[in-house]
C-alpha cells in the first residue's frame, strides 16, 4: 500500500504479507490518494478472484491513542485530560478553516455563475429586440412589396 498526496508525491508506500496494518500521520493538509496492490496469485484462485480489503481510517484527534500517549510520557489523569482537550480544539479549529475555505470557494462560484447568468439574460433581451426588429422590417418591405401599406 502506499499513500500520496496530489499531485503524485509518495508520501508512505510499504509492502505486506497476508495481512497489514498501518498507521500514517499527515503532517501537510489538502487530498491524499491510498493505492493497494496484490501481487499473490494464490488468492486469486481460492477467493475466485476476489480480495477482500477492510479500510478503517480515521481523522482527528481520534487517531491519538491517549492511554498509551500517557504511559509514554508518565501524564497524570490531568495532564492526559488537558492534551485531549487541547487537541479537540486544534481539531475545531482546522474544521473552521476548513469551514471558511469550502464558504470562500462557494461564494466565488455563486458570484461567477451569477455573472454567467446576467450576461445570459442581456444577451438574449438583446437578441429578441434584433430579432423584433429584424421582423418588424421584413413585414413592412413585405406589405410595401405587396403595394398593402
Same mark, same amino acid.
Not at 41 to 49: D, E, H, P, Q, W
Not at 90 to 106: A, L
Given at each position: /500500500?502506499?499513500?500520496?498526496? =496530489? /499531485?503524485?508525491?509518495? =508520501?508512505? &508506500? +510499504?509492502?505486506?504479507?497476508s #495481512?497489514?496494518?498501518?498507521?500514517?500521520?499527515s503532517?501537510? /493538509?489538502? #487530498?491524499?490518494?491510498?493505492?493497494?496492490h496484490s501481487n499473490s496469485?494464490?488468492?486469486?484462485?481460492?477467493?475466485?478472484?476476489k *480480495? +477482500?480489503?477492510?479500510?478503517?481510517?480515521?481523522?482527528?484527534?481520534?487517531?491519538?491513542?491517549?492511554p498509551?500517549?500517557a504511559a509514554?510520557d %508518565?501524564?497524570?489523569? *490531568?495532564? *492526559?485530560?488537558?492534551?485531549?482537550?487541547?487537541?479537540q480544539? #486544534?481539531?475545531?479549529?482546522?474544521?473552521?478553516?476548513?469551514?471558511?475555505? +469550502?464558504?470562500?470557494?462557494?461564494r466565488?462560484? &455563486?458570484? &461567477?455563475?451569477?455573472?454567467r447568468?446576467?450576461?445570459? &439574460?442581456?444577451?438574449?433581451?438583446?437578441i429578441l429586440?434584433?430579432?423584433?426588429?429584424?421582423?418588424m422590417?421584413?413585414? %413592412?418591405?413585405?406589405?410595401e412589396a %405587396? %403595394?398593402?401599406?
Open positions: /500500500p502506499g499513500v500520496g498526496r =496530489v /499531485p503524485a508525491q509518495v =508520501v508512505l &508506500s +510499504r509492502q505486506y504479507g #495481512e497489514g496494518r498501518f498507521t500514517f500521520t503532517h501537510t /493538509p489538502g #487530498e491524499h490518494q491510498i493505492c493497494l496469485t494464490r488468492m486469486a484462485l481460492f477467493a475466485g478472484g *480480495l +477482500r480489503v477492510h479500510l478503517d481510517i480515521q481523522v482527528g484527534e481520534h487517531t491519538n491513542n491517549y498509551e500517549i509514554k %508518565k501524564l497524570t489523569e *490531568l495532564q *492526559l485530560r488537558a492534551r485531549q482537550l487541547l487537541d480544539v #486544534e481539531q475545531i479549529q482546522k474544521e473552521q478553516n476548513y469551514q471558511r475555505y +469550502r464558504e470562500e470557494r462557494f466565488m462560484t &455563486s458570484e &461567477s455563475t451569477n455573472q447568468v446576467l450576461w445570459w &439574460s442581456i444577451a438574449q433581451t438583446i429586440i434584433l430579432t423584433g426588429i429584424w421582423q422590417r421584413h413585414l %413592412k418591405s413585405f406589405f %405587396k %403595394k398593402l401599406v
